[in-house]
């Protein structure tokens, strides 16, 4: 589910080459929502896994369609709205040939309680449970309000927000439920975000083991419901940061602590290093012989859980700069 790059390539393509698994054997690919942070080499990986369903969200939201429209944004926003853009454009453009020789099946879009794939044996589900039918219908709303009537002026561009719409995955291996909450958020309304999934459960869903933390632990992606009702009291929970927000924030940290699982980071943020004239600077160049910056230290890591069917237990390894919260 979703992407990252790890010198150049999709992280997915990576760990599985170095654990001697051909990339072709993937079944699916979901990309959760067209954010950097969650698609960047996402095509690539579509283009490694030709044996994959691809899925994403079927709500429109309308910033994927001010993508396409990114003349009309403010210079600022451009980097950010160009990167998902390509993955989008280039992501479709291999689909849409594999499907023009009879190669692909057509994605598919993932809605409220999907079942997106399955083992034969059926030991193995994949469910979406959202969006829900109220976020998809918001993306529609705002999808229309783009039309502008003749002879108006055109309007701004708003800020892409697309946490509302993407996909929040449940896996079953079979009695065993891992949760993968994507960017969802708390809203004001029953009928949508994560207040659709516990108010209206799939009927299947036992609480989950292991638990993708949503939306990097901030504040709008935590739920007390999530946490007492579709997590097992010795659930145990991984979240990965956002540099940009500086999220989890520790205040946020310590209310997830307090809800009695294991919690696991896949790398801690950098401190910010003290800045130093630059008169400084050379100063200590002249005084040193052999002055160099000291290396940044690492911030990539990961959390990898393994579970012998026979044993109730998740075995946890942490890898780089991955720790224990």
Same mark, same amino acid.
């Given at each position: 589910m979703d992407c990252a790059k790890f010198d150049g390539t999709p992280w997915p393509v990576e760990y599985l080459t170095a654990l001697g698994?051909?990339?072709?054997?993937?079944?699916?690919?979901v990309a959760s929502h067209w954010h950097s942070d969650h698609?960047? @080499?996402? &095509?690539?990986?579509?283009r490694h896994a030709i044996g994959?369903?691809?899925?994403? &969200?079927?709500?429109?939201?309308?910033?994927?369609?001010?993508?396409?429209?990114?003349?009309?944004?403010?210079?600022?926003?451009?980097?950010?709205?160009?990167? =998902?853009?390509?993955?989008?454009?280039?992501?479709? @453009?291999?689909?849409?040939?594999?499907?023009?020789?009879?190669m692909a099946n057509a994605p598919r879009l993932a809605g409220e309680k999907q079942i997106l794939w399955q083992t034969p044996d059926g030991r193995i589900d994949v469910w979406a449970l959202s969006p829900s039918d109220a976020d998809v219908m918001a993306s529609l709303v #705002?999808?229309?309000?783009?039309?502008?009537?003749?002879? #108006?002026?055109?309007? @701004?561009i708003s800020p892409i927000r697309q946490n509302e719409s993407c996909v929040v995955v449940a896996v079953r291996v079979d009695q065993q439920w891992i949760l993968l909450g994507s960017d969802l958020e708390v809203t004001g309304t029953a009928s949508t975000g994560w207040n659709a999934i516990v108010g209206a459960p799939l009927a299947q869903l036992k609480p989950a083991s292991v638990y993708k933390l949503a939306h990097h632990g901030s504040t709008n992606g935590f739920s007390p419901v999530v946490w007492n009702a579709l997590l097992d009291p010795k659930a145990i929970t991984v979240v990965t940061p956002y540099s940009r927000s500086r999220l989890p924030r520790q205040e946020q940290i310590e209310i997830m602590k307090a809800q009695g699982r294991e919690i696991y980071i896949t790398a801690r943020h950098q401190a910010q290093p003290a800045r130093r004239a630059a008169s400084a600077t050379r100063m200590i160049e002249r005084q040193t012989?052999?002055?160099?910056?000291?290396?940044?230290?690492?911030?990539?890591?990961? *959390?990898?859980?393994?579970?012998? =069917?026979? &044993? =109730?237990?998740?075995? *946890? #390894?942490?890898?780089?700069?991955?720790a224990r919260l």
């Open positions: 698994v051909d990339p072709v054997a993937i079944r699916l690919v698609v960047d @080499g996402i &095509s690539e990986l579509v994959a369903r691809f899925v994403c &969200s079927r709500a429109i939201r309308c910033d994927e369609f001010q993508s396409l429209i990114a003349c009309y944004a403010d210079s600022t926003d451009l980097p950010t709205m160009r990167a =998902p853009l390509k993955e989008i454009t280039q992501t479709f @453009g291999i689909i849409e040939e594999r499907l023009r020789r009879s #705002e999808f229309k309000k783009l039309f502008i009537p003749e002879g #108006e002026p055109l309007r @701004g012989t052999a002055f160099q910056p000291s290396p940044a230290p690492p911030d990539f890591g990961f *959390v990898r859980m393994r579970k012998n =069917p026979t &044993s =109730p237990n998740w075995g *946890v #390894e942490l890898f780089g700069a991955a």
